[in-house]
């Protein structure tokens, strides 16, 4: 979600230094570990200023935390990777957090922090990728019936064809158990119908939304070469296919647990990330295309954002016609330089969008006071007001940069349609709707926004100031030390996948990666 000044995710009007004044700053590396805060637990509700610990840090809110922001399987965020907390530093004794957070009131699950988690049987499960989950007796894959979103869509089993609705992903809660998140509606979860009590033979799985329950957690074990087994966690019975049948269309069950390949299945990850080749000084020519499209090429854009697994919202065609509209976006200098931005631009949208996977922010809820990230005191220069606004109306973080609150949508808006133009104000779901348009939307930020900083993260590129001075320009507040930013975590994801692109798209990187 970026912002116009400051780049601190939840308002423009609070500057790093006003944590200093709230009585919260940063423990400078060589003092004494303060003692730990009490432990941080998804699903709770945060007030602003509140300190927690968590793996061996304190945190602190720099907003209110509403309760469904940091809870899973909604969210992938714990303080130590969402930008509403800011790292105080480490911590010892008192509450002497651990990898896996305590239980909250209310709630079963916990998430952990770990991306790759292993099983009770050996096996490893990512818990960042989507898998197509294929049963050994008839060839067939757990499927989200006609591919819908609704509260009690039928699991099944169905001929494989790589939809979204046959895409799961594992999300650990605790103790060798996982939520089954449903990629064709984020949120939406394998579930027990019947709830925690139905421990029964032959109850029937359904998707229903995550609400915690013991009936929507399973534990993988392998069975070796692949396979798994997977047990509810209320009723220790396992994912079944009724009768071993092999035909379209049959409703699995949960069924006391019988080793037959009836209850045996496989677990590939879609889109597995191709090897990269290392960077070089000469740059790998790429096919075709003018302007942007000279280049990325198509090819190497699917190994950035791999098609298995991001959304197809984010087309290269509606990358390259967006890119085109804004002068001077990866066309500027020599070809080194070109495809140098390009990486960059995608190293810090990968951190963004969870490599394209996500076109919206999950939790669309803004900050106390601004639940829609509409400031009336603040417009941008457009004057619209923020009463009377409906949910899908809100300005919460779309597209490439998860651009975000109505003062940028408003300049958005102008650079995209014109001066004095306020469509993206009056209809801000464009961005998730219209690729090209929310292409340039992104880079309005990316070519003329500072974040606070000397440079636009375009300047950073061509004047050759380093990747660093990139994540500095759009979340330098929350991730950058050098201005009280304590996010280290996704700041080395974005250079992780800088680093990575530049090796696709054949460059080498110049000035200080970091910040």
Partial sequence: MVLVSGRLNFHRRMPSVLLAVLGLALASPGSAHAACAAAFANC??????????????????????PSSRDCPPNSPYTPATD?????????????????????????????TPTATATTSGGGSISTSAWYQVKNQNSGKCVDAAQGSTADGTVIQQYTCNNSAAQQWQFQTTDSGYY????????????????????????????????????????????????????????????????????????????????????QSFALTAQGAAPTQPPPSSTPTPAPGGSGV???????????????????????????VNG???????????????????????????????????????????????YPDYCDPGATGGCGLPCAGRGAGEWYYGRGFLQLSWNFNYCQASYFVYGNGNTTLVTNPNILSTDATRSTTAALWYWMTQTGGTASSPHGCIVNNQGFGCTIN???GGLECPSRGGGNTGSRDSRINFFNQFLGVLGSTAVGNSSC
């Fill in 83 to 111: 930008n509403w907390w800011t790292n105080n530093g480490a911590c010892s004794g008192g509450a002497t957090p651990t990898s896996t957070p305590t239980t909250p009131p209310g709630a079963t699950a916990t998430r």
């Fill in 179 to 262: 939520a089954v998140n449903s990629r064709n509606s984020i949120g939406h979860v394998w579930d027990v119908a019947g709830g925690s009590g139905a421990t029964g033979d032959s109850v029937k799985v359904q998707v229903w939304t995550w609400n915690g329950g013991t009936n929507q957690q399973w534990q993988p074990v392998s069975l070796g070469n692949g396979y798994y087994k997977l047990i509810a966690r209320h009723s220790g019975k396992c994912l079944d296919v009724p009768g071993a049948g092999t035909g379209d269309s049959i409703q699995l069950q949960q069924y006391t647990c019988n080793n037959t390949p009836a």
């Fill in 44 to 65: 709770v509700a945060y007030a602003s200023g509140t300190v927690v610990s968590y793996n061996g840090s304190n945190y602190t809110a720099v907003a209110a935390i």
């Fill in 293 to 319: 499209g000279a280049v990325v090429s198509s090819g190497q854009y699917d190994q950035m954002f791999l098609p298995g697994t991001r959304n197809g919202f984010y087309s290269y065609t509606g990358f």
């Fill in 323 to 369: 890119g085109n509209a804004a002068a001077g976006f990866c066309t500027t200098g020599d070809s080194a330089m070109q495809r140098r931005e390009c990486a960059a631009f995608f190293g810090n949208s990968a951190v963004e969008t969870g490599q394209g996977a996500y076109v919206e922010e999950i939790n669309k809820e803004g900050p106390s006071g």
């Fill in 473 to 475: 320009a759009i979340n």
